[in-house]
């Protein structure tokens, strides 16, 4: 695959969250968590690229990520107040992260 074909086009949002779990790393809580993140959150339809990752770099102190690219900032906002985000938020993300760095660029 080619760079051309990962880079962002005019317009789209990558939308990334690091983060770390109150469950020990690799625990099946954390496992838990990642999956039903994944599958949640991927089952919204703005939701493009979604990849969960395991943070390997010692220069900071997250263990997680999560990322996902939206069309245009209209989608961006349709995820942040879709139910199924909504819900993840409330019910799992305020319960189970201990602490987070969102970040989100565009082209």
Known sequence: MSIENCALKEGEIQHMVIFNLS???????????????????????????????????????????????FANQADYATYNNHPDHVAFVQNRWFKEVSDFLEIDFEK
Do not use: C, E
């Not at 949640?40 to 220069?59: C, D, E, H, R």
């Open 23 to 69: 469950h020990q790393k690799d625990s099946v809580g954390a496992q838990r968590f990642i999956q039903d993140g994944t599958r949640m959150l991927t089952g919204i339809p703005v939701v493009k690229n979604f990849q969960a990752f395991n943070q390997v770099s010692k220069k900071n102190k997250y263990q997680y990520g999560f990322s996902m690219v």
